[in-house]
Nanobody
Framework: VQLQASGGGLVQTGGSLRLSCAAS????????IGWFRQAPGKEREGLSR????????YYADSVKGRFTISRDNAKNMVHLQMNALNSEDTATYYC????????????????????????WGQGTQVTVSS
């Protein structure tokens, strides 16, 4: 199983980036995928989650209205479109899949908790400069 985040980089305040998460080694369309980020000295923060069929999405308050999650099950890809970036968005961004034992749960109130995800892979660095 592998999930690989890409698309990070250096962007100015107010700019946009589109992150991608490429998945392999499992039945992609059976699993919800989450995006997280971790800034130096801070806890890993859940940003967004998309259900297996793409019909349900969740967002953290910190990114709601600025970030959009989407998936292409034909290509085993999940994307995170990030707009109106600011310095608070500087972090390493990770994607992960929901753990198998929670695959059939909506996780409505806990979707942002790390414990429900696995197969993190390497992240991609996003740096927002002022």
């Amino acid at each position: 199983v592998q999930l690989q985040a890409s698309g990070g980089g250096l962007v100015q305040t107010g700019g946009s980036l589109r992150l991608s998460c490429a998945a392999s080694g499992f039945v992609f369309e059976d699993y919800a995928i989450g995006w997280f980020r971790q800034a130096p000295g801070k806890e890993r923060e859940g940003l967004s989650r998309i259900s297996a069929n793409g019909g349900t999405t969740y967002y953290a308050d910190s990114v709601k209205g600025r970030f959009t999650i989407s998936r292409d099950n034909a290509k085993n890809m999940v994307h995170l479109q990030m707009n109106a970036l600011n310095s608070e968005d500087t972090a390493t961004y990770y994607c992960a899949r929901v753990r198998r034992e929670f695959r059939d749960y909506a996780l409505f109130r806990v979707w942002f908790m790390r414990r429900y995800y696995t197969d993190w892979g390497q992240g991609t660095q996003v740096t927002v400069s002022s």
